[in-house]
C-alpha cells in the first residue's frame, strides 16, 4: 500500500490526559515531512496516533485508502507503515542478524521482506557487527540497527522518533545519509519527529511544527526558513 498520509481532526488521550487537539497534517506520498516541537509539544503522541499504539484517539488517520484507526497496531505494520520509536526497543540479547531476521515477521506476501543481506548493504556499519549482541552496541549503532530493522518489513511510510538523540554529531550525519539513502531506494514516505531542527530540516520537504498538541506551521520546507518568528518562539533557535 502506498498514497498520501492524511491526518484530519486529530485529538489523542492518555487515559483522561488531554493531548493533541484537532492536528491536520498532510504527507505526500514519497515526501519527508520534518515534524518539530520541543520537549512535550505532542511530537510523539502524533506518530503513535498515526500508528494506532498506546493512544486513544478520535477523528482521521488514513493512508492512501486505509482507515489506520480500524487496524489494530500489528496490522498497520502489515499495511506497510513502520515506526522507530525514541528509545529503539532493539532486542538486546539477539544479535544484529537475528534482531533484522526477526522483522521479517512484519513483511507480507504482497510486501515481501527486503533480504537481510541487502539492507546489510544499505548499512554498511552494521555488516561489522552482524554478529555482536544489541547490548554491545553504542547508542548510534542502536539507532541505525532499529532504523535497519523497520525496513526489513519493506514498509512505505516510516515513522522515525527523534533519531538523532543523543546522538555524536558524526553519528547524527550517519543517520541522516542513512535516512536520505533508504528514501532514493524506496520511494518512502518519511514523517521525522525531531528536536534537532536542523538536522530534520535538512532533510525534509515540508515542515510542521507542533506546540501545546496543535499545529502552529504548516508549509514547505523553503517556507519555514522564512519563519524566524516561528522558530524563536516555539523552537528557540
Known sequence: MS??????DLHAHYGTAHVLFGVDLT?????TTALLGRNGAGKTTLLKSIANAEVRTSGSVRYGSTDLRALSPYRVARAGVQLVPEDRRIFTRLTVRENLRLATKAATPERPPVPVDRIVELFPLLGDLIGRAGYALSG???QLLAIARAMVGNPSLLLLDEPSEGLAPRIVEQVG???ERLQSEFSLTVVLAEQNSRFAVDLADAVCVIDGGR????GSAGEFATQDAVRERYLQV
Open 177 to 179: 545519509d542513512a535516512i
Open 140 to 142: 548510534g549503532e542502536q
Open 27 to 31: 504527507v505526500p506520498a514519497g515526501t
Open 215 to 218: 499545529v502552529v506551521f504548516d
Open 3 to 8: 498514497g498520501d498520509l492524511e491526518v484530519r
